[in-house]
């Protein structure tokens, strides 16, 4: 049974940091992309952060983290990261993993999702 459990939220103070973390089980990571996404509550629209190239590790954001948020992979923790830096009231949500693909060059989502952490910015 594949699993995606993320970790790391909580409670910062403007301008503080996280490190988000998304470990798996059932599912080798190092053979997949994983995308990290965030949705406000009450909205539908889930917004793609950051991923992470299946092959050579290769990084994509989106430009409202750019520069402040940094995603990565450990293969032998099976877990992907991400470092959020510099973080702003606007970053308060709850934030997913997925595990998918590259297609075209664009990330595709895929199946599995974790439960989500929620990330609180606010002083």
């Known amino acids: 049974q594949v699993q995606l459990v993320e970790s790391g939220g909580g409670l910062v103070q403007p301008g503080g940091s996280l490190r988000l973390s998304c470990a798996a089980s059932?599912?080798?990571?190092?053979?997949?992309?994983v995308g990290w996404f965030r949705q406000v509550p009450g909205r539908k629209e889930r917004e793609g952060l950051a991923?992470?190239?299946?092959?050579?590790?290769?990084?994509y954001y989106a430009d409202s983290v750019k520069g402040r948020f940094t995603i990565s992979k450990d293969n032998g923790k099976n877990t992907v990261y991400l470092q959020m830096n510099s973080l702003k009231s606007e970053d308060t949500a709850v934030y997913y993993c997925?595990?998918?693909?590259?297609?075209?060059?664009?990330?595709?989502?895929?199946?599995?999702w974790g439960q989500g952490t929620q990330v609180t910015v606010s002083s």
């Open positions: 991923s992470i190239s299946r092959t050579d590790g290769t990084t």
């Open positions: 059932g599912l080798t990571l190092r053979n997949n992309a």
């Open positions: 997925n595990s998918g693909y590259y297609s075209g060059g664009s990330y595709v989502n895929g199946n599995y």
